[in-house]
């Protein structure tokens, strides 16, 4: 498929490019507020944190979560 610049400035930030968890949580929290259309909370940033924290424990890579 054709990648515009633009289509990648619209998913800039909304994949953590390293594992550290502050980052996964920031990129958290960008996603969530815009498929969710309204500011993410903490209680929201932090549920999928732990599913996402809990991936490496089955065999798969944070990209994969």
Known sequence: PIVTDED?????????????PAEVRA???RFISRAWR???????????????AREPEA???????
């Open 8 to 20: 990648r400035a619209k998913r800039a930030g909304l994949f953590p490019q390293s594992e550290d």
């Open 27 to 29: 990129c958290l929290a």
């Open 38 to 52: 309204r500011p993410a909370t903490d209680a929201d940033v932090e549920r999928f944190a732990q599913v996402i």
């Open 59 to 65: 065999g798969e890579s944070l990209r994969s979560a």
